[in-house]
């Protein structure tokens, strides 16, 4: 029922693991190379091999299933981008277009954001902030956030069952409702759930004025090294291909 | 030790003494080392002196306060709400929204971790308590895939960890089963052996009578009793029900049989089966039969597969293609959906419009403006028509779901869990809604591990187990027998381990 | 109590992560429409529009300064961490001052402030498109015969749609602010949550 917006929850050791911070410079190196021009002449060589990384972590940490999409992702798009598909015409030349032009450049993104996603816990990913200095201010609502992105969604679900039971319907009773009747009952049972998470958290005492702990340990090990110095390489190798 | 001198509080900003919660002039004291339970019915402000203790009013409640409340000879006024939860814990009723983590290992360590403590300690507390409560089998899991009573069995942990000199508890027994309940009961034994001071409010009062030490009865702000166990062990069902508290002992439950009509119509529901992809079924009914015009309870375990089975005889799940008879019609899923209703456990979920009267005119076939004021005044909400139906109280709402499902003409009725949380009084008004839909042409069932209201309307009993029926007996005086025996095995067995 | 002390405390902090989760779950809802690729561009009215309600409810709690600004960066952060690219983080840090600026000139209690505070705000999605448009020579680095893709995608999305979805995302936000307004009058007062 519950889709976890973090379903790395529990802690799950197995495989290779990387510090968050690795994760969080491969996500944001990835974003920058298929997002804007940086890469610049060497691009085309850059991406794919960096999007590579995430698909390769994903066989290591052993999550099967999203291994496997993401390889067959990977090959399929790369696979469009370099064929000449120039002859086709009309809706499906639009669709091929949309793959290469839009998907192409998401795909990778998306991959490397499972691959975060599914391998950290909501403790490690915030250990990760405050090693990085970054304020209670931001860490505190980023934990909030995941733990109360699931418990929204179920709410969701309920709503939905209880509107099915009435008949409310697009194309049914009251279509024009639709959205109304559905966002409100939901905004109201968060905020009253949001209040009393909030009532329970100060409980237990946080917002003190003393700096917190973590008993979540995060460090740097051999893998996070490799990777580092992957993307180090890459960023050298579009500065090189610029200046030639 | 806790002290209260002369408080008073409301919520209102305007000091007057109105609404629901407020206290009047209250004197308490409480030794450390006491467990006293604060009785009394929703309303009455048993909620409010949890908080005053735990320190959210004044600081997260806004309100109006005078006196003083000494907590081990501090006064709660000169310390913040950070100071006075380092030397208190508290367990809420609702298990859904008392974490902050998601995962149990970061929940047990949360409190610590936000004092600042070195890791290492924080750690070997964890082991500790893990052993004490053996929860070890919650240990690295995530809070969503736990069940109501796994999760407060470690928000009880969590505040062991923490290990205050204070535990709070406001109504934790309201969302559980019995199973769970007896699992609470252990950790309160825990503290109490530790010689932790425990504050309980409460209006379940049966899992308590054995650990608690005095009972206050509170009435309208007020203190106005205070009994031991053994004084209300004497009182007669009578005599609790006029105070409004629940049953203490078994001899203290109503042990008439309701009257049961023999009707020949039943609902027969043949080939309900439902499994998540790739794990065992979580329901698996070839054949049964719910009687018409009369009032059937579902009862079972938690995981034993209620709630799956109410959403497919709604219509809910796709995946289950079983399907309903009666009188020769058969209802498939579709046709269910349109037949029944279900008053949610969280009524809020199912209440969209801005009005109550709007409430019940969208639900109708042909929308009559008499006809849902004539519903509305049968179940005595005509004159909050104009309200909004989130303001309404609970079982106002209910009352209002229940409207819907009658101008809708829906014959299938459920009721998921109506009374998780009430007081005897609202236990009973629910009892009456329940009774009040039911007729010969409706079938009512109650999905509910609340013995009392079962006790006070169903006349027919389905037991789910694992997903199947594994009994289903009229309420009779010999069903009563039954049905009271597999409420208070639980309790049997948990005092057979500790002895 | 809160009016003496206008630094942020946990309560505050716990509010903007539950209202950033329930405007990411409706968020989330509405993106669903994106994957069919003409609706891709259609989200940039549809998310100010109808996260504008949620958005609304929000700044009835926004009583300080901050409020809104870590809102929206933190909304920006998960456009990362979804995939959106780093475009939103800029946009959301930008629009997310000026909105909590504007909040605050109205001393967090004035409803037209509340309205054009929504409206700036709403500018934050604009980020998730830039990268859409900007970069044309992504395709240059592709192999010779991407040209012909370049050019078609130059054609599917003009540089002056940019713009055109630059203003559209602010209308659809001031749309959405003044319907929200309407439920704040018509649900959630009546309600007492707001």
């Known amino acids: 029922m519950t889709d976890d917006i973090m379903p790395g929850a529990v802690h799950d050791r197995k495989g290779v693991v990387l510090d968050p911070r690795t994760k969080l410079l491969l996500l944001l190196m990835i974003s920058v190379f298929s997002w804007s021009s940086i890469g610049g002449r060497a691009g085309w060589i850059i991406l794919p091999v960096i999007t590579l990384i995430p698909v390769i972590l994903l066989y290591f940490s052993r999550k099967w299933k999203g291994a496997v999409i993401s390889t067959l992702l990977f090959l399929a798009v790369n696979l469009i981008s370099y064929t000449d598909l120039n002859k086709l015409s009309g809706g499906v030349y639009y669709i091929i277009l949309m793959i290469v032009g839009i998907f192409g450049r998401l795909m990778p993104c998306i991959i490397m954001a499972y691959y975060l996603v599914y391998t950290t816990t909501v403790s490690e990913f915030v250990a990760a902030m405050e090693k990085m200095h970054v304020s209670e201010k931001i860490t505190i609502p980023f934990s909030v956030i995941f733990r109360f992105f699931p418990t929204v969604r179920e709410q969701m679900h309920f709503i939905k069952d209880a509107m099915d039971m009435r008949g409310i319907k697009i194309g049914g009773k009251h279509s024009s409702k639709y959205i109304e009747y559905r966002l409100i009952p939901l905004m109201i049972c968060s905020v009253k759930t949001g209040d009393e998470l909030s009532a329970a958290s100060l409980t237990r005492c946080l917002g003190g004025s003393v700096r917190r702990t973590n008993i979540c340990k995060i460090g740097f090990g051999f893998p996070d090294y490799v990777i580092i110095l992957i993307l180090i390489a890459s960023v050298a190798a579009s500065v090189i291909v610029r200046l030639v | ?351 969209f419009t801005e009005s109550v009267l709007d409430e019940v005119m969208i639900s109708m076939e042909e929308e009559k403006n008499d006809k849902a004021i004539e519903i509305l005044r049968s179940l005595d909400l005509e004159e909050l028509s104009d309200r909004h139906p989130a303001s309404l109280s609970g079982g106002q709402k209910q009352r209002c779901a229940i409207a819907c499902a009658i101008a809708s003409n829906k014959e299938i009725m459920i009721f998921d869990e109506p009374t998780s949380g009430l007081d005897l009084r609202h236990m009973y008004e629910v009892a009456d809604n329940i009774r009040f839909v039911n007729s010969d042409d409706r079938c009512i069932i109650v999905v509910s591990h609340d013995l009392e209201l079962i006790l006070s309307c169903c006349t027919y009993v389905v037991r789910l187990e694992k997903g199947e029926v594994i009994e289903h007996y009229p309420l009779d005086s010999n069903g009563i027998g039954r049905l009271v025996d597999f409420f208070e095995e639980p309790f049997r067995s948990s005092s057979k381990d500790v002895s | 109590m809160s009016n003496e002390n206008n630094k942020l405390n946990g309560k505050d902090l716990i509010n903007i992560g539950v209202f950033a989760a329930i405007y990411m779950v409706i968020m989330v809802a509405i993106s669903m429409l994106g994957f069919i690729p003409i609706f891709m561009i259609l989200l940039d009215v549809l998310v100010p529009l109808i996260c504008a309600i949620p958005f609304m409810l929000f700044l009835t709690r926004a009583k300080k300064f901050g409020m809104i600004w870590i809102f929206t960066i933190l909304i920006g952060l998960l456009q990362l961490l979804t995939g959106m690219g780093p475009y939103a983080i800029i946009t959301s840090f930008v629009f997310g001052l000026l909105a909590d600026l504007i909040a605050k000139s109205g001393k967090y209690q004035s409803r037209s402030k509340a309205i054009l505070a929504t409206t700036v705000f709403s500018g934050w999605v604009w980020g998730d498109f830039i990268p859409m448009f900007v970069n044309k020579n992504y395709f240059d680095s592709l192999s010779n015969y991407a040209d012909g893709y370049a050019e078609s995608l130059k054609k599917l999305c003009p540089p002056w749609m940019l713009i055109v979805l630059f203003f559209a995302a602010f209308i659809a936000g001031f749309i959405g602010a003044l319907i929200g307004q309407k439920v704040l009058k018509k649900h959630f007062e009546k309600a007492g949550i707001a």
């Open chain 2, 1 to 351: 030790m806790i002290e209260f001198k002369n408080v008073s509080f409301s919520y209102s900003n305007d000091g007057s003494a109105n609404g629901g919660g407020c206290l009047k002039n209250i004197d308490l004291k409480i030794n450390k080392g006491e467990a006293v339970v604060l009785s009394g019915e929703s309303g009455c402000g048993k909620t409010t002196i949890t908080r005053l203790i735990n320190g959210l009013i004044p600081y997260y409640y806004e309100g109006t306060l005078t006196g003083d409340i000494i907590i081990n000879g501090k006064n709660s006024r000169d310390m913040s709400l950070y100071d006075i939860s380092k030397n208190t814990g508290s367990v809420f009723q609702n298990p859904r929204s008392q974490f902050f983590n998601v995962d149990t290992d970061s929940e047990l360590a949360f409190s610590c971790e936000n004092q600042g403590m070195p890791v290492e300690e924080i750690k070997r507390r964890i082991k500790e308590t893990v052993e004490l409560f053996g929860i070890q089998r919650l240990m690295h899991r995530s809070i969503f895939d736990m069940s109501g009573g796994e999760k407060q069995i470690i928000a009880c942990a969590a505040v062991s960890v923490a290990d205050p000199d204070i535990i709070v508890l406001d109504e934790p027994s309201s969302n559980l089963d019995m199973r769970a309940t007896a699992e609470l009961k252990k950790c309160i034994r825990i503290w109490k052996s530790q010689k932790k001071t425990i504050i309980i409010a409460e209006h379940r009062l049966r899992y308590l009578s054995d650990i608690a030490d005095r009972v206050f009865y509170i009435r309208e702000g007020r203190i106005e009793n205070s009994f031991t166990f053994d004084e209300l062990r004497e009182k007669s069902f009578e005599e609790l029900k006029s105070l409004g508290l629940r049953p203490v002992t078994d001899d203290q439950f109503k042990k008439a049989g309701n009257a049961v009509s023999e009707s020949q119509n039943g609902l027969t529901l043949k080939n309900f089966a439902f499994a998540y992809k790739r794990s065992a079924p979580v329901l698996k009914i070839e054949e049964c039969s719910i009687p018409f015009g009369q009032i059937t309870a579902v009862i079972g375990n938690n995981g034993a597969g209620k709630s799956t089975f109410s959403r497919c005889l709604c219509g809910l799940v796709k995946k289950c293609k079983g399907i309903a008879e009666y009188n020769d019609n058969t209802l498939k899923r579709r046709d269910r959906l349109k037949k029944s209703f279900m008053v949610m456990q969280d009524v809020n979920n199912q209440l």
